[in-house]
């Protein structure tokens, strides 16, 4: 049962969490099909693996060049060089690896800007190869999404993706991201929009997409009222949107915040779990880590706002 995101505070106004040893790095070690040892993407949570331009099975490396995926044997060594490549329909931005499964994100933009703004969002495409025979990709799915990449992680087979987007007026109606799988096109509802009560968080709209990759299961979009978020933290059942916003303080002030949302998941099921907001902005992911349980923070607090000369972390 996962705790709440309990504070504990320090001085200076900046907080942590619990103790124990800090958030570190790892790059993952794995079995070819050649029974050898091989290094994967440097990852923040062991089991957790992060969106590269470049992944390998310990065979074959799978790249992005320019607008096109290159797809290379590089062992043996005698049977090095490359055996495919294609482009896909949108410019490839990032990939994933997983047994026979390929995936690549890809952004769109609109082609004409319109008003208000917010209309003007990317679209973020998953795109699925089955790569049994590398030299021969083959198309197997393709997810589409209304809404920016904030970023995604690949966890025992499923894809999860941060999206962001907006809820905007056309005349009366709300306009809503939408999601395309295959030929299957649906409209998210307003009932299906999660938010929460009271807070100050306006119109932006955060999506965390579930996507199998070893089957033709439905995908899961679950939809929050969160505002902006632009850093994630993810480990093997959750995943920590964190976004800065000002906040008015009860002496009329401004305050520089992070709200944090909690979102657990098991395979294509996604839930919202809790959400707290703490003084001060993130530096990056590394910023928070979880430890027994309970999510710990590290911010930097700008007691006078942009600019200003006075600052804590901590």
């Not at 299957?184 to 965390?208: E, H, I, K, N, W």
């Not at 009329?252 to 709200?259: C, D, N």
Request: hydrophobic share 35%; net charge negative; aromatic share 12%.
């Amino acid at each position: 049962m996962r705790q709440d995101l309990g504070m504990r505070w320090s001085g200076g106004g900046s907080w942590f969490l619990l103790g124990g040893a800090p958030a570190t790095a790892s790059f993952g070690s794995f079995d070819s099909a050649e029974g050898f040892r091989f290094s994967g993407t440097n990852v923040q949570v062991e089991g957790v693996d992060e969106l590269d331009i470049v992944k390998t099975d310990g065979t074959y490396v799978y790249t992005i060049s320019g607008e096109e995926v290159v797809i290379a044997r590089a062992y043996p060594p005698q049977d090095a060089g490359v055996v495919a490549r294609f482009t896909p329909d949108e410019r490839p931005s990032g990939l994933f690896i997983d047994g026979t499964r390929l995936v690549v994100f890809g952004e769109e933009w609109p082609t004409e800007w319109t008003y208000p703004s917010y209309g003007n969002s990317p679209k973020t495409h998953v795109t699925v190869y089955d790569v049994s025979d590398p030299s021969a990709p083959e198309l197997v799915r393709k997810v589409s999404v209304d809404g920016g990449r904030v970023g995604a992680r690949l966890v025992d087979g499923h894809v999860y993706a941060v999206l962001s987007h907006y809820a905007y007026l056309e005349g009366d109606v709300v306009i809503l991201p939408a999601i395309e799988d295959g030929g299957d096109l649906r409209q998210v509802s307003a009932s299906q929009v999660g938010y929460f009560r009271d807070s100050p968080y306006g119109s932006g709209l955060t999506m965390v997409l579930a996507v199998d990759l070893h089957s033709d299961a439905d995908v899961t979009l679950a939809t929050y009222l969160t505002g902006y978020v632009d850093e994630l933290y993810v480990t093997p059942r959750s995943v920590y949107m964190a976004g800065f916003a000002y906040r008015e303080t009860d002496d009329e002030t401004w305050e520089g915040r992070t709200a944090i949302h909690a979102v657990d998941f098991d395979r294509l099921a996604v839930q919202y779990a809790c959400s707290a907001e703490v003084p001060g902005s993130l530096l990056d992911q590394f910023s928070m880590d979880e430890y027994d349980g309970h999510l710990r923070v590290a911010t930097t607090v700008n007691k006078w706002g942009w600019g200003g000369d006075e600052m804590s972390s901590g």
